[in-house]
């Protein structure tokens, strides 16, 4: 016997109240579509990156579980060799070093510094401690170590600028920025036209002798080297060769300077026949010329002569 079931058909009214909803359901699905689209063009990330940012989150949260469980056992030494392993195996392990910054230096010596990171977790990273050997560096006026995940060390350098060469014990030659900070022996070929100091101290001094030299920058370019005089004042040699003594203290020496600029714009002393000045006494500049020394030595003799002719 066969029995027949017949379904009661469906209505008008709840087939449109099911397209209704089925069609409720497309549009919301659209607009959650959308509103992603717009969120993620709204983000400064591209898609790329938050996948990396999820890993590093997951990542962590993972370091985070491993490291609460070894502390529960007593065993942090153990933890952070396992949190170091599971940052490797995520590929989390430094494999580049970039640096920035270096225009004057020698670049192998940040290399030298960093690539001992090499080939470790990033978790193992000490980046204040990676910073301080990077200033020990003569050239390194500051540095900024960071990571960029997964696998670069990003090292920005900030260099020290050469102003000057000094002149040490022995006729070394040594570049120095303008707070005296040593940089790197130099050869006197590849001075060109900086200034060279010398002196005890006068490294310390450059900036006191640039304020100085400000006082008659027509002179500036034609000075060769300063030297500190018995830690009091300045004597200044020419690129011809001739010899400018300065008197003590700041507003003296600079009136002084300026008083031969003007001398010199009148008079055409550098270039000329005398070898040095002397400009130590506040109301007068005396001059030496060549032969000057032997003149006055023979003048001497001849004086000792005749007083013990005539005593």
């Known amino acids: 016997m ?3 079931v017949r379904r009661k058909p469906v209505n008008a009214r709840k087939a449109a109240a099911q397209q209704g909803n ?6 919301a699905r659209a607009a959650t579509g959308s509103l992603l689209d717009r969120v993620m063009a709204w983000l400064p990330f591209s898609e790329r990156q938050l996948h990396r940012l999820f890993i590093a989150l997951m990542l962590a949260l993972a370091l985070a579980l491993v490291w609460a469980a070894a502390l529960a056992a007593g065993m942090p030494a153990i933890a952070a060799d396992r949190i170091a392993q599971v940052a490797i195996d995520a590929g989390f392990e430094v494999r580049r070093v970039d640096v920035r910054g270096v ?15 090499r080939d470790r977790a990033m978790t193992q990273i000490d980046l204040d401690a990676l910073r301080i050997d990077l200033l020990g560096l003569s050239w390194v006026k500051d540095a900024r170590v960071s990571r960029q995940l997964p696998d670069t060390l990003v090292v920005d350098i900030v260099e020290r600028s050469p102003h000057g060469v000094l002149r040490k014990p022995g006729n070394r030659l040594v570049l120095i920025d303008d707070e005296g900070h040593e940089l790197d022996p130099v050869a006197p070929d590849k001075i060109g036209r900086m200034l060279v100091v010398s002196g005890p101290g006068a490294g310390q001094r ?9 006082a008659a920058p027509a002179l500036r370019p034609q000075v060769r080297e300063a030297e500190w005089i018995g830690n009091r ?3 200044l040699t020419f690129r011809t060769g001739q010899l400018l003594a300065l008197p003590e203290g700041e507003k003296q020496s600079a ?15 550098i270039g000329g026949a005398a070898t040095a000045f002397d400009m130590r006494a506040a109301d007068r500049i005396y001059f030496k010329f060549p032969g000057m020394a032997q003149a006055d ?6 004086a000792k002569k ?3 002719e005539n005593p």
């Open 297 to 302: 030595a023979a003048a001497a003799a001849a």
């Open 255 to 269: 009136d002084a300077l300026i008083r031969f600029a003007r001398l010199d714009g009148t008079s055409r002393l």
């Open 306 to 308: 005749q007083q013990q």
């Open 233 to 235: 004042r300045w004597n």
């Open 103 to 117: 225009r004057n230096m020698n670049e192998l010596r940040v290399y030298e510094r960093v690539l001992g990171a």
């Open 206 to 214: 450059v900036i006191d002798l640039d304020h100085l030299l400000m």
């Open 2 to 4: 066969t029995t027949t």
């Open 22 to 27: 089925a069609r409720k359901i497309r549009e």
